[in-house]
């Protein structure tokens, strides 16, 4: 693309929500406004490109955002727009609006959603990613994965308190359906015995010799982060395995949406103005359908055909880690 014809671009939020969504959108809001360079906010993901749902914002229209949970844009999970027809409604509505560009903010799945809009009707788009679970390749770290992680540690200190007070055994179930990242870092920052991740086959026999070696060991109370997508099943049903096996009752705690929610970190939030300023110096510059990530400190530009072909595992080494530390 010329760099001279971005005059106009979109930002949209799209997938689940992530902590500073809001401070990127800011951030994309106001770097274009800087550049002189128009900006359309869509309300409710890929959705609202087929509705039209769009709004010209200003510096102002995101005061008091870059600290807020979820997405003033709203998103949507749009059944619609995985059709060639909900998809050409959209860039319909693109090219009416006099929209060069689209900077959507989300996980692999929005970004499939942007190559497939970009592949049948050639509209170019950015990447940026906004989601709790740290599995996309092309970013060392996601926006909302640090605050989704200070979340479930500090809901782990909790059960901790609770845990060692009553002799305890604990199993704490963490998001994360394919990737163990959350479940991986807050058992390592919360000081977990174990952590159950679908990357690594759980094996429950090892699991109980474990528990019961720390037991003996002098070990009071023993907490189990279970990723949600682990292979040994849910949090509830792990713990009731461990029943049969050995007639040790564990309690489970599901965090669920409380790690979406809340104030962005100051991680995330840095994370997430740097991202967002350079989306915009990338459209400027001419650069497309890439995801603009984080790599090594630097920012990175990533195919979108490739991250939408790789997935990002959990680092086996930090579950390791976790593992000896808890003994
Ligand atoms: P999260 O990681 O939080 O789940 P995500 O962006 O991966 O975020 P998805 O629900 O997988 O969330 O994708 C968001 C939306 O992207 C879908 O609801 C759908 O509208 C669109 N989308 C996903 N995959 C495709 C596809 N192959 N073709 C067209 N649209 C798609």
Redesign the pocket.
């Known amino acids: 693309m010329n760099i001279m014809k971005v005059k106009t671009i979109a930002v949209l939020t799209?997938?689940?929500?992530?902590p500073g969504m809001n401070t990127c959108v800011r951030a994309v809001v106001r770097s274009a406004c800087a550049y002189k360079i128009k900006v359309i906010a869509v309300m409710n993901?890929?959705?609202g490109l087929i509705d039209g749902d769009f709004h010209e914002f200003g510096p102002r229209n995101v005061s008091g955002i870059v600290h807020k949970g979820g997405t003033i844009l709203g998103?949507?999970?749009?059944?619609?727009?995985?059709?060639k027809s909900?998809?050409k409604k959209a860039a319909k509505n693109i090219i009416n609006a006099g929209i060069d560009a689209l900077v959507i903010i989300?996980?692999?799945?929005?970004?499939?959603?942007?190559?497939?809009?970009n592949k049948d009707f050639g509209i170019p788009f950015v990447g940026l990613p906004?989601?709790?679970?740290n599995?996309?390749y092309g970013t060392d770290f996601?926006i909302?994965f640090d605050t989704a992680v200070n979340t479930a540690v500090q809901a782990i200190d909790k059960i901790r308190d609770t845990a060692e007070s009553h002799h305890r055994l604990f199993f704490v179930e963490v998001m994360g359906?394919h990737s163990g990242a959350i479940a991986v870092e807050s058992a390592r920052a919360g000081g977990a015995e174990m952590a159950l991740i679908p990357e690594v086959k759980t094996d429950l026999n090892a699991l109980i010799k474990s528990i019961r070696e720390q037991k003996d060991a002098g070990k009071k109370s023993a907490i189990i982060i279970v990723a949600e997508g682990d292979d040994a099943g849910s949090a509830t049903e792990i713990s009731e395995k461990v029943y049969k096996i050995v007639g040790a009752k564990g309690h489970v705690c599901v965090l669920g949406h409380i790690q979406r929610g809340g104030h962005p970190s100051a991680r995330d939030r840095t994370l997430a103005s740097r991202l967002g300023n350079a989306a915009v110096k990338a459209l400027k510059s001419g650069k497309t359908n890439v995801l603009v990530g984080e790599l090594k400190g630097s920012i990175a530009f990533t195919p979108v055909t490739t991250v939408?072909k790789k997935k990002k595992k959990a680092d086996l080494k930090l579950e390791q880690l976790a593992r000896l530390l808890g003994t």
């Open positions: 799209s997938g689940g929500d992530a993901g890929l959705q998103t949507a999970r749009s059944k619609e727009f995985r059709t909900g998809r989300g996980g692999d799945g929005s970004f499939r959603g942007g190559h497939e809009l906004g989601t709790i679970d599995d996309m996601t909302g359906r939408v």
